[in-house]
Nanobody
Framework: QVQLVESGGGLVQAGGSLRLSCAAS????????MRWYRQAPGKERELVAS????????NYADSVKGRFTISRDNANKAVYLQMNSLKPEDTAGYYC?????????????WGQGTQVTVSS
């Protein structure tokens, strides 16, 4: 059974930092693209950052470039999102996603999310 468990969310003042973690189990972690999404109330889910299976390639939404950093530890089956210079508009539920699209059917797993609230 695949599980993705996020942690590290919380309440922080604008300008502060948080580090989100996602612990994976039940899958061959090193074969999966890992992504962080977020969703604010009344808004669509947004892809925040992604990292390739080997960790060599990362991508970010324009809204977080230069402030957020995604990283992974394949040995410990974990992915992280370091969030600096947080803004109130970063307030959202943050979700970890594991994607493997080189096989059929595609494998696509989600965590339960962790809430990030940034106060002004």
């Amino acid at each position: 059974q695949v599980q993705l468990v996020e942690s590290g969310g919380g309440l922080v003042q604008a300008g502060g930092s948080l580090r989100l973690s996602c612990a994976a189990s039940g899958l061959v972690f090193s074969l999966y693209i890992m992504r962080w999404y977020r969703q604010a109330p009344g808004k669509e889910r947004e892809l925040v950052a992604s990292i390739s299976a080997g960790g060599g390639n990362t991508n970010y939404a324009d809204s977080v470039k230069g402030r957020f950093t995604i990283s992974r530890d394949n040995a410990n089956k974990a992915v992280y999102l370091q969030m600096n210079s947080l803004k109130p508009e970063d307030t959202a539920g943050y979700y970890c996603n594991a994607l493997r699209r080189d096989i059929v059917p595609i494998r696509d797993y989600w965590g339960q999310g962790t809430q990030v609230t940034v106060s002004s």
